[in-house]
């Protein structure tokens, strides 16, 4: 699921890396929680998974929306969907789409910012 530049997330891991709203935190941890094998004496609701949870809504009280937030989401939302753990998945769905709706990435006009288009791409 390409849904994560390597070249831009490698690149903000060497150039100071920062923790500022915490949406890197929770990228980090959304990959690594992909990419671990699951241990058979855990269920796909671990300990992991539940402090990802709530760091990703403690990142939404703050009033906070990002394009990596999107993207962990969408790497929860995938983590759900494989390891069948609804409804939790079909209501991290729909956050995904209203998170993107609300990052303008609905309109590609308006979403320049966020996708760094070529320039003279609507021309």
Do not use: W
């Not at 849904?3 to 490698?10: A, E, I, N, T």
């Not at 999107?70 to 209203?98: K, M």
């Amino acid at each position: 699921m390409p849904s994560v530049s390597k070249h831009h997330l490698s690149r903000e891991l060497t150039d100071d890396f920062q923790l500022s709203f915490g949406d890197q935190y929770v990228l980090l941890l959304a990959m690594k929680i992909l990419s671990r094998p699951l241990q058979h004496q855990d269920g796909p609701i671990n300990e992991i998974y539940l402090h990802l949870k709530q760091c990703l809504l403690h990142i939404e009280a703050q009033n906070f929306l990002s394009l990596k937030l999107l993207q962990a989401e969408l790497l929860v939302t995938l983590y759900e969907i494989g390891h069948a753990i609804y409804p939790a998945a079909y209501i991290s769905v729909a956050r995904c789409a209203r998170i993107g709706h609300a990052l303008s990435l609905h309109d590609l006009r308006t979403s320049y910012r966020f996708l760094a288009l070529p320039r003279g791409y609507f021309q």
